[in-house]
């Protein structure tokens, strides 16, 4: 449930009768917020998602709360910040096939088989994927159609850009739902040194002014792999890092900024990297690329090319170029948000009123774990944010401890509760709170302290 939800309804019921009482006004807040909740924990027999109908089985843990998102496509909205870096990129990769607007459900087999996830990766767990059954997801990554659109044959290179589904933490730089680009570009290993020179003549001559960049070779940590010879891997390589110095540099448009590579391991790419900017002191991942497995190509039809493929997070960059500073923002529908951005313009944005924050504490003995069930936070986090939608702004565990005899453990989390748009009273959040104390122990069988 979005805190947004909340402003309408509060607006509503106080223009039918201009002068409802609080309590009644928290009465019907609380009453929405725990049937969604209850109806987060109930399972149907299918799943109607886009129009599609997929049965649901004991892999399914995708909750009506992620589903109300599939819509909303932030990176297709004209002056959204996301639409903005989007459309920057694409300009910058303008020779690319570009496609924004394919299905978020993928199979097991597009998100994890064929990228050669190993059967034990952790991306697999049901802790870190949203499972519309055992062999649908909502996709991880933009990878999931990397095997598709190189099977379809029509480029030599690619740019994908989607919204992305993950089981993770909360605070202010994680959302269970972001955005991502995927660049794929091939070259014929035939023809391989002048086509490549051909496109490097052309980026550095355009690049903006030069920055500060801290590279590393490959190395026995991170191979070249054993089908490419040493040449291919350096050109593939060299063809990589410049398009994506030279796009960063276009980006940023600053003469300070300090760009460095370092090792990186992919599944589906080796050798690999990650790009790291330094931002306020601090070096911040923005990106992760390399040289593509040659498995993936020839299981394409494209034995005879290599390439290069890249990842990065739109709301990571975004938040540093419009300085945002909490990724829940960009799904703000509050008109002080969205009316200082223009299309196509990198503007800073100026933070309204900051509502005071409500925190509350949680502390349960974990259930003793089975075979092949371990305790995992992210299952917990799952719970806050299917009941309190947007108004959890972090939730952090503070302390645990095992007892000395009986081996069980306690957790304890702290939640903060805030809204972007509006305060939020002591009373509602006791509500919210007894909600979430009542599903953790429904659903995760905890003992309550």
């Not at 020779?95 to 190993?118: A, C, I, R």
């Not at 370092?262 to 589906?268: D, N, R, T, V």
Request: charged share 25%.
């Amino acid at each position: 449930m979005r805190g947004g939800r909340y402003i309408l309804r509060v607006n509503a019921l106080l223009g039918s009768s201009g002068k409802l009482a609080w309590r009644q006004l928290l009465t019907a807040l609380y009453s929405s917020a725990a049937a969604e909740a209850k109806n987060s924990t109930s399972q149907s027999p299918t799943l109607e998602i886009l129009g599609q109908s997929y049965p649901t089985d004991t892999h399914t843990n995708t909750t009506p709360t992620i589903l109300s998102k599939l819509s909303r496509n932030l990176h297709l909205q004209p002056s959204h910040p996301l639409n903005t870096l989007k459309r920057r990129i694409e300009s910058h990769f303008s020779t690319f096939t570009h496609l924004d607007n394919l299905n978020p459900v993928v199979t097991t087999t597009q998100n994890f088989d064929d990228l050669l996830f190993e059967p034990s990766h952790p991306g697999r767990s049901k802790t870190d994927t949203y499972y519309i059954n055992s062999s649908h997801v909502l996709r991880t990554h933009t990878s999931a159609h990397q095997s598709d659109v190189l099977r379809n044959g029509k480029s030599n290179g690619y740019l994908l850009t989607a919204d992305v589904y993950r089981r993770d933490e909360i605070d202010v730089s994680h959302y269970p739902v972001f955005h991502q680009m995927e660049g794929i570009r091939i070259f014929p290993r035939s023809n391989l040194s002048a086509e490549i020179s051909s496109d490097l003549s052309t980026l550095t001559s355009s690049a903006p002014s030069p920055t500060s960049i801290t590279d590393i070779p490959t190395s026995d940590t991170n191979p070249i792999q054993s089908v490419h010879t040493k040449s291919e891997a350096d050109l593939v390589t060299k063809h990589l890092k410049t398009s994506l110095e030279s796009m960063v540099k276009s980006l940023f448009r600053d003469e300070t900024l300090q760009i460095r590579w370092i090792e990186a391991y992919f599944p589906f790419t080796s050798p690999s990297w990650e790009m790291e900017i330094l931002y306020q002191d601090k070096w911040l991942e923005i990106l992760g690329c390399g040289v593509v497995q040659q498995q993936i190509l020839d299981s394409t039809g494209h034995a005879d090319k290599v390439g290069w493929a890249f990842g990065l997070g739109l709301e990571r960059i975004a938040m540093v170029l419009f300085d945002i500073p909490d990724i829940r923002l960009f799904w703000s529908e509050d008109k002080r948000f969205l009316s200082q951005f223009r299309e196509g313009e990198v503007t800073t944005f100026k933070p309204f009123s900051k509502y005071p924050a409500c925190y509350k504490d949680i502390s349960f003995w974990c259930p003793a774990e089975k075979e092949g069930e371990k305790w995992h936070d992210n299952d917990f986090a799952e719970i806050v944010r299917d009941v309190a939608g947007d108004l959890a702004e972090n939730v952090r565990l503070i302390d645990q401890f095992t007892h000395p005899k009986k081996g069980t453990v306690s957790r304890c989390f702290r939640i903060n509760y805030r809204s972007m748009e509006r305060t939020v009273t002591n009373e509602e959040i006791d509500r919210i709170q007894d909600e979430v104390r009542r599903i953790s122990a429904e659903k995760l069988g905890v003992t309550l302290r």
